[in-house]
């Protein structure tokens, strides 16, 4: 009986997880825009699109900016297999590329911000990393991000290009995932984004990587064909543009 | 209806109930049907002879089993105690035991870190005193399938147990056989439909898991990288890679769980 009841409630605990798409809430609005929109965006932007979406709430009472964050090739996915969205914003080209060759996009994509890699080892640096090389070091316990996803595509230009050999011990499904190993202890070392570093506090070091060896990462946004509510995606774009640029720069990314 | 109750085919079940079963019954085919509709047929032996499948395929199954092993060693014990034994906080232990069950899966990747990560409770010890590391290992990847699927072993060896008739117990007993052998030669024969049952279940739920391994193990291809993981990062790449890997995940399972069914999990 008891395993039953279990069964019912996990099954309600799974229809009710599956309820959570996008809710088109018309509420009453003081200037022409209204409703909701949901953008896609890159793991890596949670911080700063979370703080953004707010102050675009803010200066547009009415309207309501849901987020959905993961890995890029991740939404890629999804948006493929027939999520509904409004606005898809990407770690890098290729997986931005995917979705205009794919016919999904509204408009041609606008590059908002840039990023650059960083070394993370956690707080107090225990296996005293001091660059890529280090990475290479038997013993060392690096984490790193898949090959399909763009920081480890990127991760991989750059190790190529110090010409460092990387066993790593994990090929993590997206930036955070890396960060966490990291942050836990259970890594050494990893190569995510200098704003994802900026973003985990003190419970990790950033070690930066020269610009010679660096790769920079394009951030390119765009409003999505299946888009609901065009005026709004397009209104937060450009509020991004004009507007959330210094906000993008405090969390440590670099103006495109 | 009371009268009828006996008799086979149940053609006199209430219609709104044949409704809802057929709803149901959609729900759940249909979304297999999908993946059936979806599967590339004329690549799919390519996808799957794959060098990346086939290393994904044989990890699972060797990680399953072994979690499976470990589940039977470690957990028929415990559901005999949880069936046989009065103690204090017993409900509470039965209740922490089968909590994997509901857990977000995730969840239980970080509490296994806590635990056994390089940090944690246990794992730091482990790792000062033999070297043992347990994430980004298989037998990392082992240790959170067992997490996750033994609670499924527990609970259908603990029914078996308390649906047992003592009496074949004391008799043993009263015969002069020693604790030992009435487990070994009376308990254990008696719930073996039990025990295969769960067992099935807790390896097929072992060979599903996803989220506590990505956790606690990481992935990468040979050490962790389970099928479930493999399809989950195919699909960002090469989707029909992933319709192919998870077509066989299910046909592996449906397999398994149709010819078991008949001779040990219906009614007797």
Not at chain 1, 134 to 156: E, H, K, Q, W
Not at chain 1, 175 to 194: H, N, P, R
Not at chain 2, 89 to 99: H, I, K, P, Q
Not at chain 2, 134 to 161: D, Q, R, S
Request: proline fraction near 6%; charged fraction near 10%.
């Amino acid at each position: 009986m008891k395993v039953r009841i279990l069964s019912a409630f996990v099954a309600a605990a799974l229809l009710l997880a599956g309820c959570g798409g996008t809710s088109q809430t018309a509420g009453p609005s003081a200037g022409a825009l209204s409703g909701s929109i949901t953008v896609f965006a890159a793991s890596s932007l949670t911080a700063a699109f979370g703080t953004i979406g707010g102050d675009f709430q803010k200066a547009y009472p009415g309207t309501t900016v849901d987020f959905s964050f993961a890995g890029s090739s991740t939404l890629v996915a999804q948006i493929q297999q027939g999520a509904i969205g409004d606005i898809f914003a990407s770690a890098d080209q290729p997986n931005m590329q995917k979705l205009v060759n794919a016919g999904l996009t509204s408009g041609s994509p606008s590059i908002f911000a840039r990023n650059k890699l960083q070394i993370v080892v956690p707080a107090g640096n225990p296996k005293h990393v001091s660059g890529l090389a280090d990475l290479g070091r038997s013993g060392l316990i690096v984490v790193l991000c898949a090959p399909s996803v763009p920081c480890g595509r990127y991760a991989a230009q750059a190790l190529q290009k110090a010409n460092v050999m990387v066993k790593p011990a994990s090929e993590e499904s997206d930036v955070k995932a890396v960060l966490t190993k990291v942050a836990l202890g259970e890594a050494d070392a990893g190569i995510v984004y200098v704003t994802d570093v900026k973003a985990a506090g003190a419970q990790v070091k950033g070690i930066d990587i020269p610009d010679a060896l660096n790769v920079i990462a394009d951030y390119p946004i765009v409003v999505l064909k299946d888009s609901q509510n065009i005026a709004l995606a397009r209104a937060f774009i450009g509020y991004l543009h004009a507007n959330g640029l210094k906000t993008l720069a405090r969390y440590g990314f670099l103006l495109a | 209806m009371g009268s009828s109750s006996r008799k086979p085919r149940g053609f006199s079940a209430p219609p709104l109930f044949v409704v809802l079963a057929g709803v149901g019954a959609v729900f759940f085919v249909l979304p297999l049907a999908g993946l059936l509709v979806r599967t590339p047929w004329r690549s799919a032996w390519q996808l799957l002879t794959s060098p990346e499948a086939i290393t994904a395929l044989g990890l699972s199954l060797v990680a399953s089993l072994s979690a499976t092993a470990i589940a039977v060693v470690l957990g028929v014990p415990l559901a005999w105690t949880f069936a046989r034994v009065a103690f204090p906080g017993r409900a509470l232990l039965r209740a922490l035991t089968v909590l994997p069950m509901v857990l977000p899966p995730v969840v239980g990747g970080v509490a296994l870190l806590t635990a056994f990560g390089r940090r944690g409770l246990l794992g730091g010890w482990l790792e000062q005193a033999f070297g043992i590391h347990l994430p980004f290992t298989t037998a990392g990847a082992v240790l959170a399938e067992t997490f996750v699927a033994m609670p499924f072993l527990v609970i259908t060896v603990e029914a078996g147990l308390r649906g047992m008739d003592l009496r074949f117990e004391d008799a043993a007993r009263t015969l002069g056989a020693r604790r030992w052998t009435v487990t070994w030669r009376v308990t254990l024969p008696l719930v073996r439909p039990s025990l295969i049952a769960g067992a099935v279940l807790c390896w097929a739920r072992a060979l599903g898991e996803f989220g506590a391994t990505i956790t606690f193990a990481g992935n990468f291809p040979g050490r962790t990288q389970t099928m479930p993981l493999a399809v989950y990062l195919a699909l960002q790449t090469n989707p029909d890679a992933a319709i192919v890997l998870s077509l066989v995940l299910l046909a592996v399972s449906l397999v398994v769980l149709i010819g078991l069914r008949d001779r040990w999990l219906g009614a007797s």
